[in-house]
């Protein structure tokens, strides 16, 4: 969300309930197959326990090796049970948290850190976080000193993954050996998606692949994507229209920096979607600054941004069908607004 939205907002909302449509656990309530949801291919999870299995092999690089083992269609919850870390140290000057979600079993796994919007919080992405990791995808949700400046985010979202991955290479750590450094992926809500665009530009840690979701747009970003190499999603919401400072993705312009990036990427918008529809767990404050918010809206972002995930991080050719093949293109919820270049480093 806008910063300069969310000054303006009353402040008797922020005590607004924080589930919003979403369940407890922040999946979508039951509208996956909402209308306009297209036909899958007829492929099941594999048979098992799936968290008994190892992760996707060290040291790999990405795309380097197909992945073969447990699969779950991308529009439905993973094949893998879930441990949730709350709250943890995320920063050498114990400033900074994050909210961990890891496949359960031996990994190593790919890792997302997902940075949330000015204002917001963790909890408005755990929803994401146990998504991801039911696929397979270890997931950090890093806090911010959320200052308002890009620059600070970029360096709290930098300092938080260099502590991870030192801590998961550790032992006697939860996250010892439960991380791939080979497949960093980082990314985040509105001014997270700015502070990921800047910080995978950047240099200072590593990256395999970014995720925008509706990304606040500004001119450092802008600046930054094509400097960005690495495969690459973005997810937006339909332009808010309100004017100047009341427009909450600032009437859809991070668009603009997800099309400049400079590596194979996929660019979609959910038909309808506000702003608020990327968070999960979303909450009222969001929704009344922003507009409604709808399950089967996430459920659509929540498709693509994992089918691309499994597609071009763990070159699962099993997704492939939602990333540039026949599912994306007969989904009437989605805009492809760019798309080029993908599994060209699985091939």
């Excluded at 893998?80 to 709350?86: E, G, K, P, R, T």
């Excluded at 994401?128 to 990791?133: D, I, P, T, V």
């Excluded at 309808?272 to 459920?299: F, K, M, V, Y």
């Amino acid at each position: 969300m806008s910063f300069r939205l969310s000054l303006i907002v009353p402040l008797a909302l922020a005590v607004a309930c924080d589930a919003g449509s979403r369940g407890a656990g922040g999946l979508p309530l039951g509208d996956a197959a909402a209308d306009g949801a297209p036909a899958t291919p007829s492929q099941a999870s594999d048979a098992g326990d799936a968290s008994a299995n190892a992760g996707d092999g060290a040291g790999s690089d990405a795309g380097a090796d197909v992945y073969a083992g447990p699969f779950a269609p991308p529009d439905a919850p993973g094949p893998f049970a879930v441990d949730a870390h709350l709250g943890e140290v995320a920063s050498a000057d114990g400033a900074l948290q994050a909210d961990y979600f890891l496949p359960r079993g031996p990994g190593p796994y790919p890792v997302v850190f997902l940075r949330h919007g000015y204002t917001r919080g963790q909890r408005n992405l755990r929803g994401w976080g146990e998504r991801l990791a039911s696929h397979g995808f270890a997931t950090a949700l890093p806090s911010t000193r959320d200052s308002g400046s890009a620059t600070i985010g970029q360096a709290d979202l930098e300092a938080v993954v260099t502590f991870t991955l030192a801590r998961a290479r550790a032992a006697g750590s939860f996250l010892s050996g439960a991380l791939d450094e080979a497949r960093v992926v980082l990314g985040g809500h509105s001014s997270g998606g700015l502070a990921a665009t800047l910080a995978a530009a950047g240099g200072h840690v590593p990256v395999a692949a970014l995720v925008l979701l509706d990304t606040e747009a500004a001119p450092e970003g802008e600046a930054a994507a094509p400097k960005v190499l690495v495969p690459s999603v973005g997810a937006f919401a339909e332009p808010d229209t309100s004017p100047g400072a009341l427009s909450c993705n600032e009437q859809g312009g991070g668009v603009r920096t997800a099309q400049a990036l400079a590596g194979p990427v996929l660019v979609f918008r959910a038909k309808g979607a506000s702003h608020c529809d990327l968070e999960s767990e979303t909450d009222a404050l969001c929704a009344a600054a922003c507009g409604s918010t709808s399950a089967a809206r996430l459920a659509a972002f929540e498709t693509y941004v994992t089918a691309f995930l499994q597609a071009e991080i763990r070159c699962d050719a099993r997704a492939r069908p939602w990333v540039d093949g026949t599912v994306l293109a007969g989904d009437a919820r989605v805009q492809v607004l760019s798309q080029r270049g993908l599994g060209a480093l699985c091939r």
